[in-house]
């Protein structure tokens, strides 16, 4: 029935259909009734912070083309759990068979010409980034001699704030090995740590939608690309125009890891697989235009 409200919401069921559609439009994301409790909640924060009393004045603004709010309503419905060294294994398969593969095909670690490229996308609050910075540092035998740019970026605003002052509670450092706290971190009070200003400094902060193509073409020749538990939130059309923009932003040969629970296979066949030991990866074509 248009107009009833399920119990407890702000929304009427066609308040909600309309909102649902019009945030899929500006962003990609789906959110399906399941998930109306979620979005109920998020919408009611956002309307108790503004200046408007009703879900119907409050959404007029909003398609108003008011930038301000829609920025603010995208960091209250995107969700950042993360924490440093996440299915560090693909880590592992970086280190161990992609970058060896991306400096032989760019000429060797003494030939390349250019910084090899590493995204991460979407980066939330910094984790992801840092810990590539991380594990290259520790671990890889090339980093005092080859140049390397990680940029990571991410839809929501208030997390790139987040990433870019770069404090961690204990929980999102569990993983990462007592020396390495020790030297890559200070402690900044309230059980709090902050990385080093120079890993900082290595990485570079986008505000980016990975399903905008026209803002997506900003970013090329990347080497690696990791965009992982974000397509899990799209619908098909969604999906395939990040994996058309993710293959974009590659350079032909580059490889992008998705999150263990999701596969490019149901998406688009664009990309080629590559079963590491580590895990498969997705690997955009050698000559491919």
């Given at each position: 029935?248009?107009?009833?409200t399920?119990s ?28 109306r ?12 912070n ?12 909003l ?29 592992d398969a ?68 987040k ?47 990975v ?60 990309f ?18």
């Amino acid at each position: 029935m248009a107009g009833a409200t399920t119990s407890g919401s702000v929304l009427s069921d066609a308040d909600f259909e309309r909102f649902t559609e019009y945030f899929y439009k500006r962003t990609g994301i789906h959110f399906s009734p399941g998930k109306r409790y979620f979005v109920d909640k998020r919408i009611d924060a956002c309307i108790r912070n503004s200046r408007y009393e009703t879900f119907a004045s409050w959404f007029a603004a909003l398609r108003m083309n008011d930038q301000e709010m829609l920025q603010e309503l995208i960091n209250q419905l995107t969700v950042n759990e993360t924490y440093f060294l996440r299915e560090d294994y693909q880590f592992d398969a970086m280190l161990s068979t992609v970058l060896p593969n991306v400096l032989a095909a760019r000429g060797g670690p003494n030939r390349i010409v250019g910084p090899v490229k590493i995204l991460s996308l979407p980066c939330s609050t910094g984790e992801e980034p840092y810990s590539i910075a991380l594990r290259l540092l520790e671990e890889w035998e090339h980093i005092d001699h080859v140049d390397v740019e990680i940029h990571g970026a991410d839809i929501d605003s208030e997390v790139l704030a987040k990433a870019a002052h770069a404090s961690y509670g204990e929980r999102s450092l569990a993983r990462v090995p007592k020396a390495w706290v020790n030297k890559y971190f200070a402690p900044v009070g309230g059980g709090r740590y902050q990385i080093d200003e120079g890993i900082r400094s290595a990485v570079t902060l986008h505000k980016m939608n990975v399903c905008d193509t026209a803002a997506m073409r900003a970013f090329r020749d990347f080497d690696v690309i990791f965009c992982r538990n974000v397509l899990i939130y799209f619908d098909e059309l969604s999906s395939r125009r990040a994996a058309e923009n993710l293959y974009g932003a590659l350079r032909p040969g580059g490889y992008l890891f998705l999150g263990h629970s999701e596969s490019m296979s149901r998406i688009s066949p664009i990309f080629t697989p590559a079963r590491l030991p580590e895990g498969i990866v997705y690997q955009r074509p050698t000559g491919a235009k």
